[in-house]
Each structure stands twice: as structure tokens, then as C-alpha cells.
């Protein structure tokens, strides 16, 4: 039996990871690693909390001794790291504790796969997952490709570019067999409402404003996350040694028309007025070092995997909105931070 590590797993796309290597790999002993802390929730995974396959260990990345240990304990044969540090806000606030967990936090993933696999890297793979935002920001044309010069811009890329360079540097160096992908935006269910999607439709349901930076017409390619989950499967299972990725959804919206059309549907779904949400559109002073455009190339994948997005936009939207209209009792946990007291009880 394979013993895979996914770090990151009571996330938002860790936690749809996890779900799916659980449920489609029954001979496959999997690991959820997380540290707990304000975007990492149990109750995103509590449907798979019984099954055989599956064990949650909780720990933090950042802890050495303790990243050690586990790796000597178990020996997995595969790491999927998707533990980070992820908000661009808050990474203006406090940059260094996006250093410490997406670049210490991956260097102590690394040395710990390397010393215990270096005597035979055979059927062993770290896979490194991370964003576009690495690349920077495009101008009125083009995408992003594997080969796109890094460019970061904000310290949540910036942290995340290092992390990126240090994976490669270890395949390099050190031999180790490693996969890395660039994904954008995702969207979809279970996602903690700081970012734009089920912020916006957590306001709206409560007549809240709709905060948009700047003018709104800052661009990103959206990716339904169950759609990322199984491009994720085919890379860690068919992906090269030492290549990268890029997973995109095809979808490129500007903002302020994503929230127009986000408003139309909360409309027709809240049986309200049409036009009754986009009043409560409200724009604000931009944030420093926001990129203008991001829009991924995600041609490789295609060609030599064969994943492409199984929904459109509009699609994956009207299903991200279904699920947080019939999960009420999820997004008041997390909204009001009760979602906390159920692992606590089981994890204190």
C-alpha cells in the first residue's frame, strides 16, 4: 500500500485533494497534514474522516523536528505539498509569516523527502503545487507558459516564487523526482470567504457590501477546483520528472463583471429584484502591488495529459453558489468561527 502525504488538506483545494485520492484510491494509505490554523478546517473533510484509507495528523510544515519524524515514521512514497499561506492581503500585513511557511515550511518538506528517500528515489515524487501569480502580471494580451519569466509582485508570490525555485533546485542538486504545477484562481465549495467568491456571496446573502479594488477591471482565469483536483491526479500519476504545469481554466473574467454576474444569479436565486445585489457594489481604494491580468496557458496539460476543465464558468459558478446556499450551517460556522470547537474538542 502506497502512503501518500498531502500537507495542506483541511484547506480549501487541499481539502478537495484529499478527498479525491481517498475516494478513488482505496489501496492508497492517505495523510492529511495540517497545522489547523484560521483557513484550515475539519469540517471540510468530515465525510472522509472514517474511512480506512485515510489519517489526519496534525502539524506544522514549519516545524523541522517534528516533519523529521513523521517522514522517518512512515516513509511515505509520495509527498503532495499544497500547505501555504495564500491571501495577498495578508501578506502585505505579514510578510514573514508567509516566509516562514511557504519557503522554511517547503525547505523542511524537501530535506526531509531527500534524506529518507535519497538511498533509492525509485516510485518516490514530491509535488509542489503552486499559483500563477509567480509570473506577475500580463499587459492587455498574451498567457502565461511553463518557460514565463518569474516576475513576482506581491510577498505572497514573491514567497511563493522561492518556494518554487528551491523544489527545482532539489531536483537538480540533489536528484530528487519532483513535479511542480502553476494553477490560477480556483473557485468552488468549502473555500474560506476572504477571497472574492464566497466573500461576495456571503455578503450579498447578508445585504453586505461588495468591496471592489480599484476600478474592477483587473483580470483572472478562474478554475473550478474539482476540476484542479483531478489535473492534480494526472500529474502526480502521469506528469514528467522535473517539469511544471500550468493548470488553468480557460475562463478569463474581469472582476467587476464576474460580481455583476455573480450579483444576477444570487438574484434569481434569492428571489430578489433584479438589480437588488449590484447595489450593494461598492469600490475601494486599490491594494498596493495588485497585478493588473493573469491568464494561463494550459496547453501543455492538454497535450500530453488530457485534462481540460469539464465545466465553463458559468457552470462551475452556478454550482459553487448551489453549494453555499444549501451549506448555510458551513458558512455560518466559519463566518462566526465556530468551525474551530469541532477539532479542538478532538485535537486540543
Request: a negative charge; proline letters at 4%; hydrophobic letters at 35%.
Amino acid at each position: 500500500m502506497k502512503k501518500i502525504l498531502i500537507t495542506g488538506g483541511a484547506g480549501f483545494i487541499g481539502s478537495h485533494v484529499v478527498r479525491h485520492f481517498v475516494n478513488k484510491y482505496p489501496d492508497y494509505q492517505i495523510f492529511n497534514l495540517d497545522a489547523l490554523t484560521y483557513a484550515g478546517n475539519l469540517e471540510n473533510i468530515k465525510d472522509i474522516e472514517s474511512k480506512s484509507n485515510y489519517t489526519f495528523v496534525k502539524g506544522d510544515i514549519v516545524d523541522e523536528v517534528f516533519i523529521n519524524e513523521l517522514f522517518v515514521t512512515h516513509n511515505f512514497d509520495g509527498v503532495l505539498h499544497l500547505a501555504a499561506e495564500s491571501h495577498v492581503d495578508r501578506s502585505i500585513e505579514d510578510p514573514l509569516a508567509f516566509v516562514k511557511t511557504n519557503v522554511i515550511g517547503t525547505m523542511n518538506l524537501l530535506n526531509a523527502a531527500k534524506n529518507q528517500w535519497k538511498a533509492n528515489f525509485g516510485g518516490k515524487r514530491f509535488y509542489h503545487i503552486s499559483t500563477d501569480e509567480v509570473y506577475g502580471s500580463l499587459g492587455a494580451e498574451g498567457l502565461f507558459t511553463e518557460t514565463t519569466p518569474y516576475d513576482p509582485n506581491s510577498p505572497y508570490s514573491a514567497s511563493k516564487a522561492s518556494s518554487d525555485h528551491f523544489v527545482r533546485a532539489y531536483g537538480e542538486t540533489y536528484g530528487l523526482p519532483y513535479v511542480l504545477t502553476n494553477c490560477s484562481n480556483n473557485y468552488g465549495s468549502y473555500h474560506f470567504p476572504e477571497k472574492l467568491i464566497p466573500l461576495f456571496i456571503n455578503n450579498i446573502i447578508n445585504n453586505k457590501p461588495l468591496p471592489v479594488y480599484g476600478d474592477g477591471n483587473y483580470t483572472r482565469d478562474w478554475l473550478f477546483v474539482e476540476d484542479h483536483a483531478i489535473a492534480i491526479d494526472l500529474v502526480f500519476h502521469q506528469g514528467k520528472n522535473h517539469e511544471t504545469y500550468n493548470i488553468g481554466g480557460f475562463n478569463e473574467w474581469k472582476n467587476i463583471d464576474l460580481v455583476r454576474l455573480l450579483c444576477k444569479i444570487m438574484d434569481q436565486k434569492l428571489e430578489r429584484e433584479p438589480g437588488t445585489s449590484q447595489n450593494l457594489i461598492t469600490y475601494v481604494k486599490d491594494r498596493p502591488g495588485h497585478d493588473l491580468r493573469y491568464a494561463i496557458d494550459a496547453s501543455k496539460i492538454n497535450k500530453e495529459l488530457g485534462w481540460k476543465p469539464s465545466v465553463t464558468f458559468e457552470q462551475g459558478l452556478e454550482k459553487t453558489i448551489n453549494w453555499y446556499l444549501n451549506n448555510g450551517e458551513w458558512l455560518q460556522n466559519v463566518t462566526s468561527g465556530s468551525y474551530k470547537e469541532y477539532y479542538e474538542k478532538q485535537y486540543s
